[in-house]
C-alpha cells in the first residue's frame, strides 16, 4: 500500500472518529475543529494560531480550538464535506475547491478579473460584495467568516514558456474545479484537477507537465524542486476563505459570535502581513532553488481567455451582479 493511501485512510479514520466522538472534550469545552492543506509556516497557519488565541483568550473555558494543517483531515475537498457535515467546524480553503459545493464561488476562478493587486484587495474588504458572498451558502452548509490573500496564480512548468502558445500540449494540474479545467483548456493546454498534496509527485513523475499556483507552492510545498520555469501570466487571484459550518455558527450566542468574528478579523490581517513577507521570501528561496521567473506579455495571455471570462458570467446568473460590482472597483482603484 503506498504512503498517500495510508495517509489518506489514516485521515478517513481520524474524521470518523470525530464524528463518533462529538465535539466535546474531556474537560466539558467543547472542541471546535479547523483543517487546511499548509504547512505551519504558512501565512495560512500563522493567522489561524491568533484565532485560536484570541477565542480561547476570551472563551477559554468554553471552547478549545484545534487546528489540523497538512491535509491531516484530508485534501480540501474532503475537508469542505467534513465542514459541511458538521464533522469538524471550520476550513481554511481555496475558492477554487468551494466552486463545486456553491458555484458562486466560481467568481474567483475568472481568469483576469481583476485589473489590479488593489482592486483585489479593495474588493475583498467590499462590504456589498462580502454580504452577497458570504452568507449566500448557508444552504449549501457553510458560511465565509474571513478571507485570506493567497496572491496571485501563475504557470509553473518543467519545459520554459515564453507566451501562451508554449502552453499547448501540456497537462497542467488544476484544482479540482470545473472553471480551471476550462480555463487550461481555452490556453490550449489538458487538464488534470487533482488535489494540492498528490502535485509535486505528479510533477516529479512526469504526470503533469507543471501546475498553476502562487510562489509559496513553490517553497512551502517544495514544487520548485522538480518545476524550474515560472511565468508572471498573472492568470487569476483566488482568495483562500475561512469557512464555518452553519449549525455551528448559529448556535453561538450573539455575545459569543462577536469573539469569532473578531477572532476572524484578527486572523486576517495577521495572514495577510505573513502573506507580503512570505511571498518574498518564497521568490528569493526559489531562485536559490534553481527556479526561473520571468515577466511574459500578460495581454497575450490574457487574450485567450476573454470569451471565457464573458461565457463564465453568462453562464452563471449568481455571477452578473458580483462581476459588475468588481468592475465598478476595477474602474474607481485602477
Ligand atoms: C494555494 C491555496 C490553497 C489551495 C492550493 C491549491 O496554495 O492557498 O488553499 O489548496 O493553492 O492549488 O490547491
Redesign the pocket.
Known sequence: MSIKKIYSLFAALLASVFIISGCTATDGKRIVRIAH??SETHP?HLGLLEFEKYVEANLGDKYDVQIFPNELLGA?VKAIELTQTGAIDFVV??T??LETFDDIYSIFSIPYLFDSTEAYYAAMEDEELKERIYTATRESGFEAVTWFD?GTRNFYTTKPVTGPDDLKGLKLRV?QSPSNVNMVKAFGAAAAPMS?GEVYTAIQQGVIDGAE??E??LTNNKHGEVAKYYVYDRHQMVP?MLVGNVKFLDSLSPEEREVFDRAAEICNEVERREWLVQVEDAKRQAEEMGVNFSDVDVEAFKAKVMDLQHQMVADNEKLAPIYERIQTINKEVG
Do not use: E, H, M, T
Open positions: 492543506a499548509q495560512d480540501s480553503c481555496s477554487g475547491n493567497a484544482q494540492f499556483n502562487n509559496l507552492a483562500d
